[in-house]
Nanobody, 123 residues
Framework: QVQLVESGGGSVQAGGSLRLSCAVSGRTNSNFATGWFRQAPGKEREFVATRWWSGYSIDYADSVKGRFTISRDNAKNTVYLQMNSLKPEDTAVYYC????????????????WGQGTQVTVSS
């Protein structure tokens, strides 16, 4: 079993930055991928970013490319989502997700999910 706990959400003005954290525990190994998804009010959950645990196969949604960075800290078993140049349309609940093997953009590929953290960007 794998457990994911997100933190780091909050409120920020447009143009600001936030860093989300996802602490990963449980049965993980090098063949493991994590992803970030988000869900805005009244919308479906959408892909944001993903990376294979080893660091290969990093992918971003076009809407966040160049502004968001997914990274990890091996020692802390934590995945981060650094969000810069935030826009009001980035407002959503952000979810961390994990799956075995390769990274994926598809929500249904992921087996484990965190509880979500709210990000609000005001104009």
């Amino acid at each position: 079993q794998v457990q994911l706990v997100e933190s780091g959400g909050g409120s920020v003005q447009a143009g600001g930055s936030l860093r989300l954290s996802c602490a990963v525990s449980g049965r993980t190994n090098s063949n493991f991928a994590t992803g970030w998804f988000r869900q805005a009010p009244g919308k479906e959950r959408e892909f944001v970013a993903t990376r294979w645990w080893s660091g290969y196969s990093i992918d971003y949604a076009d809407s966040v490319k160049g502004r968001f960075t997914i990274s990890r800290d091996n020692a802390k078993n934590t995945v981060y989502l650094q969000m810069n140049s935030l826009k009001p349309e980035d407002t959503a609940v952000y979810y961390c997700a994990a799956k075995h093997y390769l990274a994926s953009r598809r929500e249904y590929d992921y087996d484990y999910w965190g509880q979500g953290t709210q990000v609000t960007v005001s104009s």
